[in-house]
Every structure is written in structure tokens, then in C-alpha cells.
């Protein structure tokens, strides 16, 4: 029975938890992040290794991150992923994973990538990513690699101007033309209003999909307490209001 629940349920919570494929494959939310609606592409972050690259130069110490979500209280059906960050000299790696879904269906991520300063106030980032769905019998797995790119620019200290983009060359998997991997970009704002008070904006949009506009507030009451909160235009959407 509880199989059963799985294989019925879990199409239908995978569509809720990815509204568009490439939050799914690209952007697994953090819990910073989701407390601001899914926003924070502009600011500097372990989790940078999936949303802009770029911002991985600024991460100066060995750093890892783990996130675990299972809205629906079903196993088969949560999102795992983990983020590292690895300093060097010139520039700052970053390892990237994420599983969801089961056995009888799921999509995973993996990737690597670089994001290095040009200056004081500028970084550029890239990321090379294996995808892979995994799907029952004779419908076969489906796997490709996907680039990406990003820039991050600070005019000022305290502010932050982010562009992402993925899959510049909109391919599609190869073992099936018709499953198309989503490309698209992102842009975002990040102020730091004092050591305490962030706020965020953003705009994305995918091909053949609408523009999706956010914003987030970040408030750090004390040491490892914040308060977050964040909105979104996207029409389903798995992010705090």
C-alpha cells in the first residue's frame, strides 16, 4: 500500500515541488533562500554554486551545506541536496548534488563549479552540471551535461547586481528530443542595508514561460536567528509568502 501511495502521489508532488524544471534540476531552495520567496541570485553564498556562481569568489573558508525538504511527509517524494564550497588561490570551487523523488522516478543533479574576481568589484562564475532522470522500464533514463554562466557586480560595498544564465544553448536530452531541459536566465539586486538587514529583487524567465518576479527581506535578530520573508509572482510556487 505504501508503494502504491508513492507511485500515485508522487507525479503529482514532483510538479508541485519543481513549478518549472529548472528550479528542479538548478535551484533547490535553502532554507535562506525559501524564507525570501526563492530569491538571493545577488548575494554571496555557499548555495551561489546553484544560482550564480559568481558569487562563489566570495566565499573565503572551506564551507558545506546540507538541505533536506518533505513537504508532503512522504519519503519518496522529498528533495535532498548538498552544497560545498572549497577555497583556492585564485577563485573558489564549489560541488554541487541534488535527488528527487524514488526509485520509480527521480531527478538528479550534479555539478561543478568556478567563480573568480576581476577586480574589487567584480566576479564572473560558470558551472557544468550532469543531469539525469530516472524512469521506470522501457521508458529508459534520460542524461546530459548543461552549462552555465553568471556575473556578479558590486558598485558599492553594501550592494549587489547578479545575472544568471542556464542552458545558453537550450539543448534538450538526447535520448528524447521532446524532453527539453529549461533554459533560462535571471537578474537580481542584493542590499545590504546594515550588518543585520538584507533586502533582495529579482526577475527570471524561462523560454516559453513567463517572467517570474520576486523579493526577499532578511533580518538576523541574534546570532543563528533570522527572520525571513519573501514574495513571488510565479503562478504555483513552492517559496514563503
Not at 551535461?145 to 544568471?164: C, K, M, Q, T
Not at 518576479?213 to 514563503?240: D, K, P
Request: glycine share 10%.
Amino acid at each position: 500500500m505504501k508503494s502504491l501511495k508513492a507511485i500515485i502521489f508522487c507525479p503529482a508532488a514532483l510538479f508541485f515541488l519543481s513549478p518549472a524544471f529548472a528550479q528542479s534540476f538548478s535551484n533547490p531552495v535553502n532554507a535562506r533562500f525559501a524564507g525570501m520567496a526563492g530569491e538571493g541570485m545577488a548575494l554571496p553564498d555557499v548555495w551561489s554554486g546553484y544560482r550564480n556562481q559568481a558569487g562563489l569568489a566570495y566565499i573565503r573558508h572551506l564551507s558545506m551545506s546540507l538541505h533536506y525538504e518533505d513537504p508532503f511527509l512522504i519519503p519518496e517524494c522529498s528533495l535532498k541536496a548538498l552544497a560545498v564550497a572549497i577555497p583556492v588561490t585564485k577563485g573558489t570551487f564549489g560541488i554541487i548534488c541534488s535527488l528527487s523523488g524514488y526509485s520509480g522516478y527521480y531527478e538528479s543533479h550534479a555539478g561543478l563549479a568556478y567563480g573568480k574576481t576581476f577586480g574589487s568589484r567584480l566576479s564572473a562564475g560558470i558551472g557544468l552540471n550532469y543531469l539525469r532522470i530516472g524512469q521506470p522500464g522501457d521508458y529508459g533514463n534520460m542524461n546530459a551535461l548543461v552549462p552555465e554562466v553568471s556575473i556578479l557586480a558590486r558598485p558599492a560595498d553594501n550592494f549587489h547586481i547578479g545575472f544568471h544564465l542556464f542552458n545558453p544553448a537550450r539543448q534538450n536530452f538526447p535520448q528524447s528530443h521532446d524532453q527539453a531541459i529549461p533554459s533560462y536566465m535571471e537578474a537580481g539586486i542584493g542590499y545590504r542595508i546594515t550588518d543585520q538587514v538584507v533586502l533582495c529583487a529579482g526577475a527570471e524567465k524561462a523560454a516559453r514561460e513567463k517572467q517570474v518576479l520576486r523579493a526577499g527581506f532578511e533580518w538576523v535578530m541574534i546570532r543563528n536567528l533570522s527572520f525571513r520573508m519573501g514574495v513571488s509572482s510565479a503562478e504555483i510556487s513552492r517559496y514563503a509568502l
